[in-house]
């Protein structure tokens, strides 16, 4: 099965609340290419050129999240977010994504990523903080 998606892409930097940038797209899905999720990530990063928006917002590494963004019924502008974490959630989203008169779009999330090349765990200490020098006295006695 194959058909077009609307997308919603967001980028979120690792010290901020919320994405500093959006914007909507539309992507073809092959339902018998993209029919897991790793494959579908591999698809949105190359057809969308996310590595390059994500170089060019200085990201660096970055990891996908991936939702179902669903009108809630009952109209309003009311939404859901269903995640899409394994393949079988993926096979089951796809068809509402997909659909002609469909109400629901793909909401990726491409958030920037922490690398460790140690492979170990890093603790961050935070560095007391600097007390105030108490002047001395002299006392000559």
Not at 16 to 42: C, M, P, W, Y
Not at 76 to 94: C, P, Q, T, Y
Request: aromatic share 8%; charged share 25%; hydrophobic share 40%.
């Amino acid at each position: 099965m194959n058909g077009v998606i609307k997308v919603l892409v967001s980028f979120y930097c690792k010290d901020q609340e919320g994405a500093f940038e959006h914007h909507r797209s539309r992507v073809i899905v092959d339902l018998e290419k993209q029919s897991n999720v790793t494959s579908l990530k591999k698809h949105l990063i190359d057809f969308l050129g996310l590595k390059e928006q994500a170089k060019k917002f200085g990201l660096g590494p970055f990891a996908l999240k991936l939702y179902r963004l669903a009108k809630a019924s009952g109209g309003g502008k009311a939404v859901e977010n269903f995640a899409i974490v394994s393949d079988s959630r993926w096979k089951l989203e796809a068809v509402s994504l997909i659909a002609e008169e469909s109400n629901s779009e793909l909401n990726v999330h491409v958030i920037q990523e922490d690398v460790n090349w140690t492979g170990k765990y890093g603790i961050v200490i935070p560095r007391p903080a600097q007390r105030a020098e108490s002047p001395s006295t002299s006392g000559a006695a």
